[in-house]
Structures are given as structure tokens and as C-alpha cells.
């Protein structure tokens, strides 16, 4: 089954104790991405990756970082979480950026909701 | 960072009747994408399009991609109660590296 698979699904820490989003997809898609959600302001695109170490800066890049040393991972680091970092993250992936349609999709994983106190 | 303003935010609506909600930009977009949100999911894409002026349907729910290139709309007809959840706009300006810009979400409630 197509997934793409993101760990943890809830997280609860506090400032400045670094923590990893992992996100893992199975259909060798090239082009991945990270996403915030938050109320009112929709989805933003933190980074997204082109391909194996190909990374490229969002809408929000600030405090994360990202890697892409294989083509199936792609994880979301925050170095020194701060509480305005409390968010609904999403993961995504789809075989290129372009085109997107129905026939090939960005999928999305199942979101992982971080509380940073 | 750029993002394309939808509207309406919300609706109430009774099942069966239709809905329409739309996207604007001040950029040209070479693509635009509406996806569903239900509770506690990731984004669905439900329709996507490719050219100035083309209309796509999927089902009950019909797109159209702007003549200008800087609006879409999105309509359901009939509308019935699994339709509740939040929609987005999406747009992407070039093809290969462009990023995916994301309007707020619409969103929608169906009264049986």
C-alpha cells in the first residue's frame, strides 16, 4: 500500500530540547516536502526536496532543518524548539513536483501534532 | 511568504445545495490544485489544472482554472454530509522546483 509515514504522531517537549519528525514514504517518489498547519493560516511549505541531496528552502524555513540521504527518508529537525514552533506538521510526497494530478498525487502522511512548552 | 487568498473561510450549508468557493492571487500560476482535509487527516488532491481556462470535473465537484492564471474556483453540486471538511487551494508557479503555495482553507459544514 502507497504510504507516506511520519513519526512521531504526537509529541509533547519543551524549549530547546532538539527533537526529529521522521518521514518515510514507499513509492520511490523523487519530490518531498514538509508542511505546517496552523489555524487560520492553512498549509505552509517549510522545505521541500527535489530528489537525494537536493533540499530547497520554503515559506518558513526558520528553525529547521531538513536531509535527504536517501530517496524514501526525509526528516524534519528542530535544533532548539520554541514554543511558537507548536504546530500540526505534515509530510508529503509525490513522484516529481510537476506535474501534480490525479494519475500521480501528493500524498500526504497522517500529520504528527508537536506542543512545544 | 506568498499565500493565495480563499474565501469564503466558512459555510453553512443544507444538504443538497451547492457550493462554490474560490482562490485569487496578485501571481500567475502555471498550476492549481484543490485538495480535502478531513478531521485528523492529510490533504486529499481532489482536482488539478493545468491550462488558462480549462474546466475539470471530478464527480460532483468542478474546477476551473482562471483565464487571467491568478484565480480558480471550485463548485459542488448537491452537496451531501460526507462533503464536511476543509478545503484548499493550492497553486505552483513553474514547473520542477517551484514551492507549493497554500491558501487558508474554506471551511465546510453540511446540515442534513
Known amino acids: 500500500e502507497a504510504q507516506v509515514t511520519q513519526n512521531p504522531r504526537y509529541l509533547i517537549t519543551v524549549t530547546g530540547k532538539k527533537l526529529t519528525v521522521t518521514c518515510s514514504q514507499n513509492?520511490?517518489?523523487?519530490?518531498m516536502s514538509w508542511y505546517r498547519q496552523d489555524p487560520g493560516l492553512g498549509l505552509r511549505q517549510i522545505y521541500y526536496?527535489?530528489?537525494?541531496?537536493?533540499?530547497d528552502k520554503g515559506d518558513v524555513p526558520e528553525g529547521y532543518k531538513v536531509s535527504r540521504k536517501e530517496k524514501r527518508n526525509f526528516p524534519l529537525i528542530l535544533e532548539s524548539p520554541s514554543p511558537n514552533q507548536t504546530s500540526l506538521y505534515f509530510c508529503?510526497?509525490?513522484?516529481?513536483?510537476?506535474?501534480?494530478?490525479?494519475?500521480?498525487?501528493?500524498?500526504f502522511g497522517d500529520g504528527t501534532r508537536l506542543s512545544i512548552l | 511568504g506568498q499565500q493565495l487568498n480563499q474565501s469564503p473561510q466558512s459555510m453553512f450549508i443544507q444538504e443538497g445545495e451547492d457550493v462554490s468557493m474560490n482562490c485569487t492571487s496578485s501571481?500567475?500560476?502555471?498550476?492549481w490544485l484543490w485538495y480535502k482535509q478531513d478531521p485528523g487527516e492529510g490533504p486529499v488532491l481532489l482536482i488539478a489544472?493545468?491550462?488558462?481556462?480549462e474546466l475539470t470535473s471530478n464527480g460532483r465537484l468542478t474546477a476551473q482554472f482562471g483565464i487571467t492564471r491568478k484565480d480558480s474556483f471550485l463548485n459542488i453540486s448537491a452537496s451531501i454530509p460526507s462533503d464536511v471538511g476543509i478545503y484548499f487551494c493550492?497553486?505552483?508557479?513553474?514547473?520542477?522546483?517551484?514551492?507549493?503555495?497554500f491558501g487558508k482553507g474554506t471551511k465546510l459544514t453540511v446540515n442534513p
Open positions: 489544472l493545468y491550462k488558462a481556462g
Open positions: 501571481s500567475i500560476f502555471n498550476t
Open positions: 493550492a497553486g505552483q508557479k513553474q514547473g520542477g522546483s517551484e514551492k507549493l503555495v
Open positions: 526536496s527535489m530528489n537525494v541531496e537536493v533540499t
Open positions: 508529503a510526497s509525490s513522484l516529481f513536483a510537476q506535474p501534480l494530478d490525479l494519475n500521480q498525487p501528493q500524498h
Open positions: 513509492m520511490n517518489h523523487e519530490y
